[in-house]
């Protein structure tokens, strides 16, 4: 419950921040990407594929706050025996459910944006061993690149570095993301 009235606190504040500006855009989009364990957690975990969906508002021409719901799924790289001599691999789910901050710059014919996700990340496992379920504080600084399509839509690309704040060293991983924007003047 901290952790969601946290991240609701700092949502807010990012709203109530620019509650002086007139309304640019709305935009709401779809990705799909691979998230890459790194440190420790990455001699843990396979690479894995996931998507999101976001919704994004522009409270300036180049500032926009958002949310976003993400889901990766990976292979644990432990191998464990379930009977006999078959081996099976135990499955991850990463499941981020964050707010964001987006600040864009225009370059030539693309744009740019730098960003932060702050939020929880919700974290699930199976293997022939049992379930296993925790959630923990996150945040994700954001580089992407947007190319404007027809009719409203855009395509982009974006890096993410997710920093998860763990017990012990913080669980970090790369995210590599492609996708479509559409956008409602």
């Given at each position: ?16 921040n620019f509650q002086n500006a007139s309304a640019q855009k709305f935009q709401a989009g779809a990705s799909g990407g691979m ?127 997710h920093y998860i704040l763990t017990e012990g060293d913080a669980t970090k991983a790369y995210g590599l993301n492609v996708g ?6």
């Amino acid at each position: 419950m901290k952790k969601l009235i946290f991240t609701l606190t700092v949502f807010t504040f990012l709203v109530f921040n620019f509650q002086n500006a007139s309304a640019q855009k709305f935009q709401a989009g779809a990705s799909g990407g691979m998230i890459i364990p790194a440190g420790d957690w990455g001699d843990e975990a396979n690479n894995g594929m996931g998507g999101a969906i976001f919704g994004k508002y522009f409270v300036k021409d180049n500032i926009a706050v958002g949310v976003s719901l993400q889901s990766y799924s990976m292979s644990l790289k432990s191998s464990e025996k379930s009977g006999g001599s078959n081996k099976s691999k135990p499955k991850m789910t990463i499941n981020p459910a964050v707010a964001f901050v987006e600040y864009h710059f225009q370059l030539s014919g693309m744009s740019a944006y730098v960003g932060l996700d702050l939020g929880i990340y919700k974290f699930s496992a199976k293997s022939s061993m049992g379930n296993f379920s925790d959630s923990k504080n996150g945040l994700a600084p954001t580089f992407g690149l947007i190319f404007d399509l027809k009719n409203n839509f855009s395509a982009f690309g974006n890096a993410k570095y997710h920093y998860i704040l763990t017990e012990g060293d913080a669980t970090k991983a790369y995210g590599l993301n492609v996708g479509i924007i559409y956008t409602i003047k």
